[in-house]
C-alpha cells in the first residue's frame, strides 16, 4: 500500500498541529527551481493570529528535522491560514463562514451566492440578497446538492452591530 509523500507528511504532522488548537486543512509540496516548498495550512474556530502561526510554524520545523519526512533535499517550510476567499469543503468550514457571503455551485449547475445564515448536520439555511430592491430570500441547500463553495471578500459590507442609532455626529450633539 503506497502513500504520496503529502499523506505522510499529513499523518505526520496533524497530531502535532492539533495539540497547538489547530486544525490542518492542506498540505502541499511544491517543486520551485532546485528547491522544494512545504506549504501547511491551519485553522481553527477562532482563527490563528501571527503569534499561533509562528508557535506551530517552530514546532513543525522541529518535527520535521527529527524525520525524513522531506528527505535530504533543501526545502522551505511555509505555514499560513487559508485567506479570505477560502475555498468550503468541510462541515466546520461552513460553521465557520456563517454570516459570511458564500458563491455556490450546486451540482444542478448555476451559481448561487448567499450568506449562510446556520449551518446544521445536513445543510445550510441561506439568505439570497435581493436585486434591484427586491428583498432577500431565504433558502435551504443540503451539502449533498455543493459541489463547489468559496468565501466571497466584501469590502462594504454593513455590521448588523453598527447600523443601530447609537453613533451620533458632532452636528446632533451640539
Known amino acids: 500500500m503506497s502513500t504520496t509523500q503529502s499523506e505522510r507528511l ?12 489547530l486544525d490542518l486543512e492542506e498540505i502541499a509540496v511544491e517543486s520551485v527551481g532546485r528547491k522544494r516548498v512545504l506549504r501547511v495550512v491551519v485553522d481553527s474556530d477562532t482563527g490563528a493570529d501571527l503569534d499561533r ?13 527529527e524525520s525524513d519526512a522531506m528527505g535530504d533535499a ?14 468550503l469543503s468541510e462541515h466546520r468550514h461552513y460553521v465557520r463562514a ?10 444542478e449547475g448555476g ?11 445536513d445543510g445550510l439555511d441561506l439568505e439570497v440578497p435581493g436585486v434591484k430592491g427586491r428583498k432577500a430570500t431565504a433558502r435551504r441547500l443540503a451539502f449533498g446538492d455543493i459541489d463547489k463553495a468559496r468565501v466571497q471578500v466584501e469590502f462594504n459590507r454593513k455590521d448588523t452591530k453598527d447600523t443601530d442609532n447609537s453613533s451620533t455626529t458632532e452636528e446632533e450633539e451640539a
Open 10 to 21: 499529513r499523518e505526520l504532522l496533524e497530531p502535532l498541529v492539533a495539540s497547538q488548537g
Open 53 to 65: 502561526i509562528a508557535e506551530v510554524s517552530r514546532a513543525l520545523s522541529a518535527r520535521l528535522d
Open 111 to 121: 451559481e448561487l451566492v448567499a450568506r449562510i445564515l446556520a449551518v446544521d448536520e
Open 98 to 107: 456563517t454570516g459570511r457571503l458564500v458563491r455556490f455551485q450546486p451540482h
Open 74 to 87: 533543501e526545502y522551505t517550510l511555509e505555514v499560513g491560514t487559508p485567506g479570505a476567499e477560502r475555498s
